[in-house]
């Protein structure tokens, strides 16, 4: 009885907690949603620009050092955000919030990266 009665009260605080909470050493989800955007732009940055880039020789430096500008711009370490995105995966709740934030903005601002450019001709410049 006395087992029953333990197990009754473990079940029930383990159901009263707070889900929804964010630990304060983790990053919020607003400030993971642009700091996942900017890494994902440069990493797109990265695979387009410096991956062809003959002029680098240290590829995989070139793009750690865009990573770390990345972090410095928003202000945390590495190891805060690798923290952080390790606690939103193993909150799936989380995490959808996050990522289905950066589809919805993608999806917004696909019509502006598709649409077509006005075509600009050049000016003939005379040559004496």
């Known amino acids: 009885m006395k087992r029953l009665i333990i197990f009754y009260i473990v079940v029930n605080l383990a159901a009263c907690t707070d889900r929804t909470s964010i630990p304060n050493d983790i990053i919020p989800t607003d400030s993971m949603q642009k700091i996942l955007k900017d890494i994902i732009i440069a990493g797109e940055y990265s695979a387009q620009y410096i991956a062809r880039d003959s ?3 240290d590829k995989r430096k070139a793009n750690e050092e865009l990573m770390d500008s990345v972090f410095t711009l928003h202000h945390i370490t590495r190891e805060s955000f690798k923290k952080s995105l390790n606690f939103y995966e193993s909150r799936p709740d989380l995490n959808k919030i996050i990522f289905d934030s950066l589809a919805a903005d993608a ?3 696909k019509p502006e990266l598709y649409a077509p450019r006005p075509y600009v001709r050049p ?3 005379k040559i004496k």
């Open 123 to 125: 000016v003939p410049v």
């Open 107 to 109: 999806n917004r601002h």
């Open 55 to 57: 002029l680098k020789r």
